[in-house]
């Protein structure tokens, strides 16, 4: 068991240093929230809406398009140089190379949220240093669900034609719940709320986590045993 | 192929069951004093959704067993109930819309119900879409049955977060319709329209899995 | 009582033209798979 951890974080850290090394992709992922975010703010007319009222939605959305971006070169590392198959032959069970993946790819997506989120403060003037604890917690645990599935689609839609394409299609579906109740306790908290209430949507989202992380798991090696 | 005619066989029951249903709730079924003739969509949309909610269960569980088994069988019929699904989803997601803008005053609402429909059309499609992604047999069937089954599962959760976020942005009802407590008449023609949606389930995922079978047959693979 | 019965008509028709046309689609697929 402790193996499976061990071998994991092996690979989350082969995956973590080839990215960071090239740091194309994470500099690239990160200007793509930047303008995410420019968008939506141009995208609205400022005369008829307030950004407060509006700002759970616009975090969301943009950490949503940022972790599907992330996701898209999941597992794109592997097919170019047929790594798979490497990593395949390799004495390290499958689960370990699901669990090194998710961690690899939720490192990815929380830098760029890392950035992301006190971008999205600075450009719609919204306060969040008084609630960042809790929004924290729901910012990890939403990220999680997005990745979990996400991790597990990525494995499947990386050999197909229109990876690019399939990959959103399939997985947007699963990234609406998350992103429903991250939205109501974002909006929750932004509108200084007592914490109770944001912890129901808190418990969805952690038992959402725990469902598909497990699932994900499961299902993993069905999609690259040969 | 034998499989085939039976298909054939209850689909044309099927359909000929539908008329009747249509006769049955169309003519001899009284007519709601609230909603007036548009709530008898009712007896068509309802049936249709369960269809739906059936195949896709169906696809989840098909999918299970095909990763426990392996047996090609649960993949084919995986095949054939999202296509099938596809089908009734089209209807509810038709009829739903229809029934709402006389009853509700708008063509489309976040509602639980309508966006459930939404979801699981999406859902089918993107399983049918993965399929046509993926040229090799096998594999095609071990991702089908991993989406099938991670599908399946989403299904509470979509009721979770579209019920809560539905409940918190109301939507402005014309005419709220009631839960309805169905006099006899009326719970006659939905459960008769049950049964009938249901014998064409059967007919339609009967056909579309002697269709995969017909193929595979014609191009056998090494 | 709300005069609708449009609606009614136009939600019958629609569903019945969806699963005859997905009969008749099947039937003729299955002709010449």
Redesign the interface.
């Known amino acids: 068991m402790a193996d499976v951890w061990r071998h994991a974080w092996l690979l989350a850290r082969k995956d973590l240093l080839v990215e960071f090394r090239s740091r194309t992709a994470i500099l690239s992922a990160l200007v793509f929230t930047v303008l995410v975010l420019m968008v939506f703010n141009f995208g609205r007319d400022p005369t008829a809406v307030a950004a407060v009222d509006l700002a759970p939605s616009i975090l969301w959305v943009t950490f949503t398009f940022a972790a599907m971006l992330a996701l898209n070169r999941a597992f794109q590392l592997e097919l170019e140089n047929q790594a798979l198959d490497g990593l395949l032959l390799a004495p390290v069970s499958r689960s370990s190379i699901y669990l090194g993946k998710l961690m690899a790819n939720l490192v990815f997506v929380a830098t760029v949220e890392a950035v992301g989120l006190p971008l999205f403060a600075l450009f719609f003037n919204v306060p969040i240093l008084h609630v960042l604890g809790p929004l924290l917690g729901v910012i990890a645990l939403a990220t999680v669900g997005f990745v979990a599935?996400g991790t597990?689609?990525s494995a499947?839609?990386a050999?197909?034609?229109?990876a690019e394409l399939?990959l959103p299609?399939?997985l947007l579906?699963?990234m609406?719940?998350?992103l429903?109740?991250a939205v109501?306790a974002t909006g929750a908290l932004l509108a200084g709320r007592p914490l109770s209430e944001a912890a129901g949507?808190l418990r969805?989202l952690a038992a959402?986590d725990i469902?598909?992380v497990t699932?994900?798991f499961v299902?993993f090696p069905?999609?690259v045993?040969e | 192929m034998r499989l085939l005619k039976t298909g054939r066989w209850i689909t044309g029951v099927g359909l000929a069951l539908l008329a009747a249903v249509y006769v049955r709730a169309l003519a001899f079924t009284p007519v709601e004093r609230f909603q007036g003739p548009a709530q008898k969509i009712f007896y068509i949309h309802v049936p249709a959704a369960w269809s739906a909610m059936l195949a896709m269960g169906l696809v989840g569980i098909a999918g299970i067993l095909f990763l426990l088994l392996k047996d090609p069988r649960f993949d084919r019929f995986g095949e054939a109930s999202a296509e099938v699904g596809t089908a009734f989803s089209m209807v509810m997601l038709t009829t739903g819309p229809i029934w709402a803008k006389p009853i509700w005053g708008t063509w489309w609402t976040w509602d639980a119900r309508l966006t459930l429909t939404l979801f699981l059309f999406l859902l089918f499609l993107g399983y049918l879409l993965l399929r046509g992604a993926v040229t090799d047999p096998g594999l095609r069937a071990r991702y089908s049955a991993v989406l099938g089954i991670c599908g399946l599962v989403l299904l509470p959760f979509i009721h979770l977060s579209v019920y809560f976020f539905r409940t918190l942005h109301p939507q402005p009802i014309v005419l709220k319709p009631s839960a309805p407590s169905l006099p006899g008449p009326m719970l006659v023609t939905l459960l008769f329209s049950f049964l009938v949606f249901t014998v064409l389930y059967v007919g339609f995922v009967t056909q579309r899995y002697a269709l995969s079978l017909l193929r595979e047959q014609a191009e056998p693979h090494a | 009582m709300p005069e609708n019965t449009p609606y009614m008509v136009a939600a019958y028709i629609v569903a019945a033209a969806i699963l005859v046309t997905y009969a008749v689609l099947l039937y003729r697929r299955t002709l010449k798979p």
């Open positions: 599935v597990l689609f499947m839609t050999r197909t034609r229109f399939l299609v399939l579906p699963f609406i719940p998350p429903i109740w109501l949507w969805l959402f469902v598909f699932l994900a299902l069905a999609t045993n």
